[in-house]
């Protein structure tokens, strides 16, 4: 076998939906809302703001850490056109159901201790959608960028056929530590993720956000697997320095482990159903194999790195070095049966959530809605809007009549 054959695929291209395109819209096609998982200061939101007001779709903007309420709520009364229901989350939040099987510590751990709110925030906007009743909403990233109003609505022309669509981002990549450091010595892809993200919220085979790194792979795996995900366009991603802390790699390994695992596994099988092809996934020699796929692939690219120094700046050398090799060292730390444990938590998870959310009330009012979801820190503001708070003092804060 070859030095290239056993490393990872850079392309996971061939499971994206490859058909005809849609060429009218339905009566259903209009978004109900965007959805933005916020924790970078309100200046950030300002191009997603813009969108809203273009095409008229109202936000929901989730806020936490540098995200604050009071701020994004002045930014939203100050464009025209611009509606918004802002919403505080507590860093200790947990929707009111069963905390997931995949939040065990135990894979806290493999992830290196890794603590965010990203896939908490995304669930929520999932909750909130269905208790209003809603049919389709839009995930987008507080460091997205280019995002163009012609692209999300031929977005929304997709979900009126597909369960999720989505799109990727080039400039800057969306990819792991590693998957960085191998576009610097060879060919990457980047696939589609949830930085930008259309969802039918009515799909009988909704998914959650697991905690986890690459976390929006798992939720669209069924869809993937069936090559049901539609690329629309691509968007840029605010740029950073992915090798500043080496330790960033470690809390990616285990999930950027178990997505390309998962993935690799869909590919094995193209034909088969998403059930036969999670019993792949659900072996332990399986998982065996594909550990030793993953290390070849991250000791080949620290291979490449090393045999091309003299063409990094040095700082930045050893800043690349480092990564690779805190990956590297995690990669050896997991076991394939914590792997198996994983998937089979995650496939027991989605199947209670699946059932909580047939039995969840709808056609709730935002007010109703949130207070089901124990979300006590929101203001509705925007053109045309009174602004409602659950906040006293944010009533008239920054408010443009």
């Given at each position: 076998?070859?030095?290239?054959?056993?490393?990872?695929?850079a392309?996971?291209?061939?499971?994206?939906?490859?058909?005809?395109?849609?060429?009218?819209?339905?009566?259903?096609?209009?978004?109900?809302?965007?959805?933005?998982?916020?924790?970078?200061?309100?200046?950030?939101?300002q191009?997603v703001?813009?969108?809203?007001?273009?095409?008229?779709?109202?936000?929901?903007?989730?806020?936490?850490?540098?995200?604050?309420?009071?701020?994004?709520?002045?930014?939203?009364?100050?464009?025209?056109?611009?509606?918004?229901?802002?919403?505080?989350?507590?860093?200790?939040?947990r929707?009111?159901?069963?905390?997931?099987?995949?939040s065990?510590?135990?894979?806290?751990?493999?992830?290196?201790?890794?603590?965010?709110d990203?896939?908490?925030?995304?669930?929520?906007?999932?909750?909130?959608g269905r208790?209003?009743?809603?049919?389709?909403?839009?995930?987008?990233d507080?460091?997205?960028r280019?995002?163009?109003?012609?692209?999300?609505?031929?977005?929304?022309?997709?979900?009126?056929?597909?369960?999720?669509?989505?799109?990727?981002?080039?400039?800057?990549?969306?990819?792991?530590?590693?998957?960085?450091?191998?576009?610097?010595?060879?060919?990457?892809?980047?696939?589609?993720?949830?930085?930008?993200?259309?969802?039918?919220?009515?799909?009988?085979?909704?998914?959650?956000?697991?905690d986890?790194?690459?976390?929006?792979?798992?939720?669209?795996?069924?869809?993937?697997?069936?090559?049901?995900?539609?690329?629309?366009?691509?968007?840029?991603?605010?740029e950073y320095?992915?090798?500043?802390?080496?330790?960033?790699?470690?809390?990616?390994?285990?999930?950027?482990?178990?997505?390309?695992g998962?993935?690799?596994?869909?590919?094995?099988?193209?034909?088969?159903?998403?059930?036969?092809?999670?019993?792949?996934?659900?072996?332990?020699?399986?998982?065996d194999?594909?550990?030793?796929?993953?290390?070849?692939t991250?000791?080949?690219?620290?291979?490449?790195?090393?045999?091309?120094?003299?063409?990094?700046?040095?700082?930045?050398?050893?800043?690349?070095?480092?990564?690779?090799?805190?990956?590297?060292?995690?990669?050896?730390?997991?076991?394939?049966?914590?792997?198996?444990?994983?998937?089979?938590?995650?496939?027991?998870?989605?199947?209670?959530?699946?059932?909580?959310?047939?039995?969840?009330?709808?056609?709730l009012?935002?007010?109703?809605?949130?207070?089901?979801?124990?979300?006590?820190?929101?203001?509705?503001?925007?053109?045309?809007?009174?602004?409602?708070?659950?906040?006293?003092?944010?009533?008239?804060?920054?408010?443009?009549?």
């Open positions: 076998m070859s030095r290239r054959a056993r490393q990872i695929k392309s996971h291209a061939g499971l994206l939906f490859d058909g005809p395109v849609p060429m009218a819209a339905s009566a259903n096609t209009r978004l109900d809302a965007i959805v933005v998982p916020a924790a970078r200061p309100a200046s950030e939101l191009s703001i813009n969108l809203s007001a273009e095409l008229r779709v109202p936000l929901v903007i989730l806020c936490s850490r540098s995200a604050q309420v009071a701020q994004v709520v002045r930014r939203v009364n100050a464009k025209f056109r611009a509606q918004a229901l802002v919403i505080g989350i507590p860093d200790d939040y929707p009111p159901c069963p905390a997931p099987q995949t065990a510590e135990k894979f806290r751990q493999a992830s290196a201790g890794r603590v965010s990203l896939s908490a925030k995304r669930n929520i906007g999932l909750l909130l208790l209003c009743g809603w049919n389709k909403i839009l995930f987008v507080d460091d997205i280019q995002l163009k109003a012609r692209d999300v609505q031929r977005l929304n022309v997709y979900l009126d056929r597909h369960p999720v669509a989505s799109m990727a981002s080039w400039d800057f990549p969306d990819n792991s530590v590693v998957c960085h450091a191998r576009r610097l010595v060879s060919a990457q892809d980047v696939f589609v993720s949830g930085a930008v993200l259309g969802v039918d919220l009515q799909r009988p085979e909704l998914s959650f956000f697991a986890i790194y690459n976390e929006d792979w798992f939720f669209f795996a069924r869809h993937a697997a069936r090559r049901a995900i539609p690329k629309i366009g691509e968007v840029r991603q605010l320095d992915p090798f500043a802390d080496p330790d960033r790699a470690a809390r990616e390994e285990f999930g950027d482990l178990l997505a390309e998962l993935f690799a596994a869909f590919e094995v099988q193209p034909d088969a159903t998403f059930e036969d092809q999670l019993r792949i996934a659900m072996q332990t020699s399986y998982w194999y594909f550990k030793t796929v993953r290390l070849t991250i000791t080949d690219t620290l291979a490449d790195v090393r045999a091309a120094k003299s063409s990094f700046d040095v700082t930045e050398y050893h800043r690349i070095e480092n990564s690779l090799e805190t990956a590297l060292k995690w990669a050896l730390s997991i076991s394939p049966e914590l792997c198996v444990e994983f998937i089979k938590c995650w496939q027991e998870d989605e199947e209670l959530w699946q059932k909580m959310l047939s039995n969840l009330p709808t056609n009012s935002k007010q109703e809605a949130l207070s089901y979801l124990q979300l006590a820190n929101w203001t509705s503001c925007g053109y045309g809007l009174p602004t409602e708070s659950a906040e006293p003092g944010l009533e008239t804060a920054g408010a443009v009549s």
